[in-house]
T-cell receptor, first 115, second 113 residues
Framework: DGGITQSPKYLFRKEGQNVTLSCEQN?????MYWYRQDPGQGLRLIYY???????QKGDIAEGYSVSREKKESFPLTVTSAQKNPTAFYLC??????????????FGPGTRLTVL | EDQVTQSPEALRLQEGESSSLNCSYT??????LFWYRQDPGKGPEFLFT???AGEEKEKERLKATLTKKESFLHITAPKPEDSATYLC??????????????FGSGTRLSIRP
C-alpha cells in the first residue's frame, strides 16, 4: 500500500526545545518537500530535496533544518531559532509528469503546538 | 510577482446547488495548474493538473477548466461529502523544480443537506 506517512500526528514543544518531525514515503519518488500551513494562508515551502544527500531552502527555511540520507525519508527539525513554530506541517513527495510539471502527494500532516 | 488568488474564501451551498470556485493567477509562464481537496486536519488530496488554456478535466461531480488567467472548479449537484477546502496551486515556468509551486489560500466549501 503506497503512500506517505508522517509522525507524530500531534506534537507539543516547550520553548527552547528542538523537535523532529518524521516523513517517510514508499512511492519511489525522488523529490520530497516540507510545507507549513497557517490558518487563512497558502502552503509555504520550507525545504525541498530532489535527490538523496541534497536539499535546498524554500521560502521560509530560517529556524528549520532537514536531512536526506535515504530516498524514503526526509525528517524536519524545528529548532529553537524558529520564533513562531506553532503550525500544521505537511510533507509531500513528488515526480515529474510529462516532463513538465511536478505532481505532489501529501502526507496526513503533523500539528505542532508550542507551549 | 507570481501570485495565486482564490475566491470566494468560503462558500455555503445547499445539497444539489451547483456552483463554481475561482482561482486567478499571475505568473511569468505557466507549466501547470493543480487542484487539491483538503479535509480538516488532513493533508491535501491531489485532484487534477491542467496544462494549457482550454483544457478541462472531470472527476465525479467536479470539473476543472483553465483559461490564460484563471481556473474554475465547477461542482455539479454537490453532496455533503463534498464539503472541504479546495486548494489551487500553480507551477511557474523558468524554474527547474517544484520550488516554484505557488499555493492559493483555498476556498472552504460547505454543503448543507
Amino acid at each position: 500500500d503506497g503512500g506517505i506517512t508522517q509522525s507524530p500526528k500531534y506534537l507539543f514543544r516547550k520553548e527552547g526545545q528542538n523537535v523532529t518531525l518524521s516523513c517517510e514515503q514508499n512511492l519511489n519518488h525522488d523529490a520530497m518537500y516540507w510545507y507549513r500551513q497557517d490558518p487563512g494562508q497558502g502552503l509555504r515551502l520550507i525545504y525541498y530535496s530532489q535527490i538523496v544527500n541534497d536539499f535546498q531552502k524554500g521560502d521560509i527555511a530560517e529556524g528549520y533544518s532537514v536531512s536526506r540520507e535515504k530516498k524514503e525519508s526526509f525528517p524536519l527539525t524545528v529548532t529553537s531559532a524558529q520564533k513562531n513554530p506553532t503550525a500544521f506541517y505537511l510533507c509531500a513527495s513528488g515526480h515529474r509528469v510529462a516532463g513538465v510539471t511536478d505532481t505532489q502527494y501529501f502526507g496526513p500532516g503533523t500539528r505542532l503546538t508550542v507551549l | 510577482e507570481d501570485q495565486v488568488t482564490q475566491s470566494p474564501e468560503a462558500l455555503r451551498l445547499q445539497e444539489g446547488e451547483s456552483s463554481s470556485l475561482n482561482c486567478s493567477y499571475t505568473v511569468s509562464g505557466l507549466r501547470g495548474l493543480f487542484w487539491y481537496r483538503q479535509d480538516p486536519g488532513k493533508g491535501p488530496e491531489f485532484l487534477f493538473t491542467l496544462y494549457s488554456a482550454g483544457e478541462e478535466k472531470e472527476k465525479e461531480r467536479l470539473k476543472a477548466t483553465l483559461t490564460k488567467k484563471e481556473s474554475f472548479l465547477h461542482i455539479t449537484a454537490p453532496k455533503p461529502e463534498d464539503s472541504a477546502t479546495y486548494l489551487c496551486a500553480v507551477q511557474a515556468a523558468g524554474y527547474s523544480s517544484a520550488s516554484k509551486i505557488i499555493f492559493g489560500s483555498g476556498t472552504r466549501l460547505s454543503i448543507r443537506p
